[in-house]
Structure formats: C-alpha cells, structure tokens
C-alpha cells in the first residue's frame, strides 16, 4: 500500500499485513509530521480501486453531525460508499487510506481548512485526480464559487441546497 504524508507529499509503500492494528501511526521520514494510516479501511478498498464496476467511495467532510448524516440520508440510494469525516485531520487520515472518488468538502472546518485541503489535494501526486465538491453554508455567491474552482475544486454548493440537487451534482461527477 502506497501512502502519502498529508504535510509534505512524500509517498512511501507500507504492508497493512505486517500488523494486526486497525490503525497505524506514521512518522514521516523525510517531514518529521506523524499522522494516522487507517490498516483495515485501504486494505479494503485497494481491490476495489482496482476493479472499475467496484462502488465509488464517497468522502463527506463537514464538522456539523446534523450535515453530516442529513448527507449520508440523502445519497443513500446512490450505488455509493459513503464515508464520513467532521474536521480536516481525520479528512486527511480518510484520503489517504481510501482515496475517495468524489470529496463532499465543507470549507469551515476545524483542523485544515476545506480551502487548504483543495489546495494540498491538487498539489499531491497520490490525490490529485479526486473529485471535490466544496460546500459552505456561510460563504455564498459567484464569487466564492469562482475562488473554490481557481484553486482546484470541481463543484462548489452552498448549504441551502435541494436534495434533488445534491444527487443530481454527485451523478454528474461521478458519472453515475
């Protein structure tokens, strides 16, 4: 399995075998940073990367339980795997364990920022392809839209959105 620092980028090849924990703790080698690898959730999703029918995991990042959950309620008839994540710490644990198709990303989160996070995504090697739906329930407008597609995301959706229209989004990006 191969991971990345969410710090500086460096990739390294680890075996998720070699240990019977769920969780490992990383020190960077080259950065210093320490981090989190989840062991059980890559070694799950690696086979289904592979296979281009498996399910698209879906990452959802929002710092509000109530967000969070109303999501997962109304993309669960997607053939989806939906994951969840309330700050930009355990985001960045989730990318780089299952490296999600498509990123649900509120920009005020605590932790790194939903707009750090979009940045540091387009600059690594290992996450760059995935897909980012920003989303913000305080900034709105053209113009917040505009900066969240200048620095990397693909979509962006203010809070006040239909259900409708949050399925709709997904399918188009996911090409479902």
């Known amino acids: 399995m191969v991971i990345s620092c969410p710090a500086c980028q460096a990739q390294y090849r680890i075996n998720p075998a070699a240990s019977k924990l769920q969780i490992a703790k990383v020190k960077c080698p080259e950065c210093q940073h320490i981090f989190n690898v989840s062991l059980v959730e890559s070694q799950e999703s690696r086979p289904e ?15 509000a339980r109530f967000f969070r959950e109303m999501i997962k309620d109304i993309l669960k008839d997607l053939p989806i795997k939906l994951v969840l994540a309330a700050d930009g710490h355990d985001a960045w644990q989730q990318i780089a364990a ?79």
Not at 143 to 160: P, T, V, W, Y
């Open 49 to 63: 990367q592979r296979d281009p029918s498996a399910v698209p995991v879906v990452l959802v990042v929002d710092d």
């Open 98 to 176: 299952l490296e999600p198709q498509l990123i649900l990303l509120d920009l005020n989160i605590p932790g790194k920022s939903g707009k750090e996070i979009v940045q540091e995504l387009r600059q690594s090697t290992v996450s760059k392809q995935v897909k980012v739906v920003a989303m913000s329930g305080v900034e709105r407008g053209a113009a917040i839209a505009s900066e969240m597609r200048l620095i990397g995301a693909d979509d962006f959706i203010n809070k006040s959105f239909t259900p409708r229209e949050l399925q709709d989004r997904v399918r188009k990006i996911l090409g479902l």
